[in-house]
């Protein structure tokens, strides 16, 4: 009889928010639906794809579109079947069995789940108290336990605390390991790496097009790095890993820089009307949870009951996500985030604080 190895037999899949929600904010998309030009526009190329053959398998038109958005020499970059596919990439290529790789906790769990599946050794690294990366402490831990991987996300998720840019440039210069500085959430800050990069060789940028560009359904993500790096990802990489569709659909958006532009302030004005909303609820219930800096297209709260409300919400329709001790919220349309408000409100007033 076949029994799976040690390793796999108790894993579980990874467990994104399912079921018949009305509101939807718990995995950190974009709300706002791909402009109806560029989807006429999609209708006109599509009869042109040959869906009989298989796809660049290096993404030329896409990862030049790409290059051209963010001003970055096309040959420095790398196009995955979203960025979760590319930080697969980077475990099974850059690290060997039994070595180090370092994660800065808490952060994106995918990141300690390839590394158990690469068989590497898991240095965690904690926070400060008020969610910022400590990074003399990085530093340190990572050169004495000769680390070969540390991988992190900036801004944080699911914190949502940006460190700044010369923080990040500090500890890219003091540590031997390869930086892989997931910048997912980067297109709402201002702290990106992104146009320095080529002044290191340890260093590797992530972007996705998931968040901030409406295309989480097509799963498109992008490496970018020193020319070497590069080329290893390229070469570990799948052949044929975005497929037709996903590149053709990925290049013509990318090509509409203003739509895109103006999306992302839409984003960001809903974040605003979130983030107003929560701290008029916590005038109005003082102690029942704190609001910590977003620089993302979320907020994260740090609460006693975290748990509770993720459950309260769930039961009424909404979902968010309780991950990492943290509740973190997606801004929405207007009117989601007018109704998670409102049923937080009542949670807050049916639930008192501990003691009240």
């Not at 009305?22 to 190329?45: K, M, T, V, Y």
């Not at 320095?196 to 097009?209: H, P, S």
């Not at 390229?234 to 958006?253: C, D, E, F, I, R």
Request: glycine share 6%; proline share 5%.
């Amino acid at each position: 009889m076949y029994r799976l190895n040690d390793k796999i037999k108790d894993l579980k899949p990874y467990d994104p928010v399912e079921g018949g929600y009305r509101i939807h904010l718990d995995a950190n998309e974009s709300f706002l639906p791909l402009p109806s030009g560029i989807l006429e526009e999609l209708s006109a190329e599509l009869p042109k794809v040959s869906l009989n053959r298989y796809p660049d398998p290096s993404a030329r038109e896409l990862c030049q579109a790409f290059a051209e958005f963010y001003g970055v020499p096309v040959e420095n970059v790398a196009a995955g079947n979203g960025s979760d596919e590319l930080i697969t990439v980077l475990f099974t290529g850059f690290l060997q069995r039994g070595q180090a790789f370092a994660t800065v906790e808490p952060d994106f769990s995918m990141y300690a789940f390839n590394g158990y599946l690469q068989e590497a050794q898991h240095i965690v690294i904690s926070k400060r108290k008020d969610y910022s990366l400590d990074i003399d402490k990085i530093i340190e831990i990572c050169q004495n336990n000769k680390v070969k991987l540390l991988i992190f996300s900036n801004p944080g998720n699911p914190t949502s605390i940006v460190c700044p840019r010369e923080e990040i440039r500090r500890l890219v210069r003091n540590v031997d390991a390869l930086v892989v500085l997931d910048e997912a959430y980067m297109d709402f800050s201002d702290q990106s790496l992104l146009p320095e990069f080529q002044e290191y060789d340890n260093l590797l940028i992530l972007r996705t097009c998931s968040k901030a560009f409406g295309m989480a359904g097509l799963r498109l993500g992008f490496a970018v790095g020193p020319k070497p790096l590069i080329d290893a990802v390229k070469a570990v990489k799948s052949p044929y890993n975005v497929n037709v569709l996903s590149q053709m659909l990925g290049t013509l958006v990318l090509r509409h820089s203003q739509a895109l532009n103006e999306a992302r302030e839409q984003i960001l004005h809903s974040l605003r009307e979130l983030v107003d909303g929560l701290e008029a609820l916590r005038e109005k219930f003082p102690g029942r949870f704190q609001l910590l800096p977003s620089a993302t297209n979320f907020v994260a709260l740090k609460m006693r009951d975290g748990e509770s409300l993720y459950r309260w919400l769930g039961e009424r329709g909404v979902a968010i996500r309780y991950t990492g001790g943290l509740v973190r919220i997606t801004c929405g349309t207007a009117w989601e985030n007018k109704e998670v408000l409102r049923e937080m409100e009542e949670y807050f007033a049916a639930s008192p604080a501990d003691g009240e």
